[in-house]
């Protein structure tokens, strides 16, 4: 089985510039979280979604990120614009329903640096 | 969901068990307890999750004290690839959050 999908692995961008990452669940999981994790700390969420609809977004800094998941399934999260407190590592994890709710299977993230 | 507190780092000898506690005390009668791991590089990975009762597969063994408050990951034979961050979490799953602290890092040791 095909585990969580992510592109870029790696991303140097410059303050104020925009960027994307995208993720591809595991088939069939209609529920899909993205998590951002700053060197040293664990994985803080910032959004999650169950089928294409949000479910918990309260720790999306809304100003300057969103994040859909037009179709449910892929999902994209974008910052416009960044800041240098952004650099971090962005998961994305999924899970099926009808599992145990905290066993979440996460991808490899994306790096995200912002100079 | 309940906090948690994990010692910082622990070290282990490669072929021992290794036993990282977890102290959830303010754990409330519905909440479970749920491990993950973090090898350098890699997102984190589920191990195991527990109420009451202690449980097992084929990564780990999870003791949970009868009173709830605290509970063991144990790993029997450690291996240099369980070098890693732990991190235990203790939650109702009515919102599906996974709240991560800073988490154990143990390192296994030839």
Known sequence: EAGVAQSPRYKIIEKRQSVAFWCNPISGHATLYWYQQILGQGPK???????????????LPKDRFSAERLKGVDSTLKIQ?????????YLCASSPLG???????FGPGTRLTVT | DAKTT?????????GRAANLPCNHSTISGNEYVYWYRQIHSQGPQYIIHGLKNNETNEMASLIITEDRKSSTLILPH?????????????????????????????????
């Open chain 1, 45 to 59: 969420l910032l959004i999650q979604f169950q089928n294409n609809g949000v479910v918990d977004d309260s720790q």
């Open chain 2, 78 to 110: 450690a291996t240099l690839r369980d070098t890693a961050v732990y991190y235990c979490i203790a939650g109702r799953g009515n919102t599906g959050k996974l709240i991560f602290g800073q988490g154990t890092t143990l390192q296994v040791k030839p």
């Open chain 1, 99 to 105: 599992g145990p709710w905290g066993e979440q299977y």
């Open chain 2, 6 to 14: 994990q010692p910082p780092s622990m070290d282990c000898a490669e």
């Open chain 1, 81 to 89: 614009p960044a800041k240098l407190e952004d650099s971090a590592v």
